[in-house]
């Protein structure tokens, strides 16, 4: 099937496709999906080659359970952020039994005034913030307010009731802002 | 969104939302190498499982002829049942009228005759 044609069918239509041997499929899936993934990892790893490995394993497993996927019964995208996060949590359980400090700082001082200096130092003020957080608060908070999932599929991600996953994000923000206060003007929220 | 009474408190939920804007727009991107290594697993394992539906479902030894009667019967109280009846029909089959009363005796009691049980025998003519 061409590509252009692909790009309207669901991701799990596509698994379908390429478990029956069609060529195409993958490379729309991974074009579709990989960067998701890859972002996801990311925030939740605070390391890009670690991210990386993530996304090819999580990917990898996909292509794996291809042949066994039922159609229609689970999202492609809610089956690969939970596999994502559960692989970035076994990593970031070596991580704090290797090396703890190995993460990377962010300079001092960082200039605010370009906005594309700023917005990246928001940036990784948040990501070092969200390092901070307990695993499952910060998966919430992930979910929630940067991949921009709504609830009831937080709750399937996470296999936890909705409700839950309300608690978590609300504790999450709030351990953030608080973490994040000192920062303010850094994060160029305060000019006084 | 500034807060300049209390500098060091808690950001406000805007100024959090614009982190969460922030973090999204610097979404780190998958490199072309590793959408290149993703795309080679695709194709190995598509290919794997290809080669995996193609092959012939491994044959099955077909069993022998002792382990179909083993089946057949049930298992080994089966087959001993069957030992026993065949090695009964061959004693009354082979035996004179004379054994079969010996064994009919001590199969069955000092006083007991053969034709108490095998009313017929008694017009049956013997040749020895």
């Known amino acids: ?192 | 969104m500034m807060d300049k009474r209390k500098p060091d408190g808690p950001l406000s939920e805007a100024e959090l939302d614009a982190l969460f804007g922030a973090a999204t727009q610097e979404a780190q991107l998958p490199s072309a190498d590793m959408m290149a290594r993703i795309l080679a697993d695709a194709a190995t394992e598509q290919s794997r499982q290809a080669a995996q539906r193609a092959a012939p479902a491994p044959q099955a030894t077909p069993p022998t002829l002792f382990a179909r009667i083993h089946d057949t019967l049930g298992g080994w109280a089966g087959l001993s049942g069957l030992a026993g009846a065949v090695a009964t029909g061959l004693v009354i089959g082979v035996a004179t009228p004379d054994t079969l009363s010996t064994y009919a005796s001590a199969v069955l009691g000092g006083d007991a005759l053969l034709t108490d049980y095998v009313p017929g025998l008694d017009g049956v003519a013997f040749d020895g």
């Open chain 1, 1 to 192: 099937m061409a590509l252009d044609a692909m790009s309207d069918l669901s991701d799990d239509a596509l698994l379908v496709l390429y478990a029956n041997g069609d060529p195409d499929a993958a490379r729309t899936l991974t074009l579709r999906l990989a960067p998701r993934v890859m972002a996801h990892a990311y925030r939740l790893l605070h390391d890009r080659a670690e991210a990386e490995d993530v996304t090819q394993d999580a990917l990898l497993r996909l292509w794996k359970i291809a042949p066994d996927w039922r159609q229609g019964e689970a999202q492609v995208t809610t089956w690969l952020y939970r596999v994502t996060a559960n692989l970035c949590t076994d990593r970031l359980r070596k991580v704090r039994h290797s090396d703890i400090d190995a993460a990377p700082e962010i300079a001092d001082g960082a200039p605010s005034a370009a906005d594309t200096m700023q917005a990246t130092t928001r940036a990784e003020a948040l990501t070092q913030a969200l390092a901070d957080l307990p695993d499952r608060q910060r998966q919430a908070v992930v979910l929630r307010h940067i991949d921009g999932l709504q609830n009831p599929e937080i709750a399937q991600i996470m296999d936890i009731s909705v409700e839950a996953v309300e608690s978590l994000t609300a504790r999450g923000k709030r351990a953030l802002a608080a973490s994040l206060g000192s920062r303010r003007a850094e994060l160029g929220f305060y000019d006084g």
